[in-house]
């Protein structure tokens, strides 16, 4: 019953075309609950190589998990599947170069623009996606 009226639902409402997702971190807060076990939760190896790289990797690792979170809010719009932290990830083809989002998993089909800043104690990202 439960699965005819799923399919009765999808049929009538159609599916969302477009969603958008945002996020902020304020550093001084993310660095507290900073933690390896975190960091080894969360982020994906090529992620970790990428924000250690830098002077000040706690700087990447807030705006990347800014992006994560941002990915994440507008994923949940269109699917609402269970997508962990590790499932979205952030990779750059550059240090400071455009950020570029891939989902570890066989349904996504997404178009996504996001876009990553930082000013002082912020970290804040935005994405736009579109369902293909």
């Given at each position: 019953m439960e699965k005819e009226i799923k399919k009765t639902l999808d049929e009538i409402i159609p599916a969302q075309k477009f969603s958008a997702g945002n996020d902020i971190v304020f550093i001084p807060d993310f660095e507290k609950s900073f933690t390896e076990s975190f960091k080894n939760k969360v982020y994906t190896a090529n992620e970790i190589a990428y924000c250690d790289q830098f002077e000040?990797?706690?700087?990447?690792?807030?705006?990347?998990?800014?992006?994560?979170?941002?990915?994440?809010?507008?994923?949940?719009?269109?699917?609402?599947?269970?997508?962990?932290?590790?499932?979205?990830?952030?990779?750059?083809?550059?240090?400071?170069?455009?950020?570029?989002?891939?989902?570890?998993?066989?349904?996504?089909?997404?178009?996504?623009?996001?876009?990553?800043?930082?000013?002082?104690?912020?970290?804040?990202?935005i994405v736009f996606i579109e369902n293909l």
């Open positions: 000040n990797p706690l700087l990447r690792y807030a705006s990347t998990w800014a992006a994560k979170e941002a990915v994440y809010k507008a994923v949940k719009q269109i699917d609402p599947s269970a997508l962990g932290p590790k499932k979205i990830e952030i990779l750059r083809d550059k240090p400071v170069g455009r950020p570029t989002v891939i989902i570890h998993r066989d349904s996504a089909k997404f178009d996504i623009a996001l876009s990553i800043s930082h000013d002082g104690d912020y970290a804040w990202a």
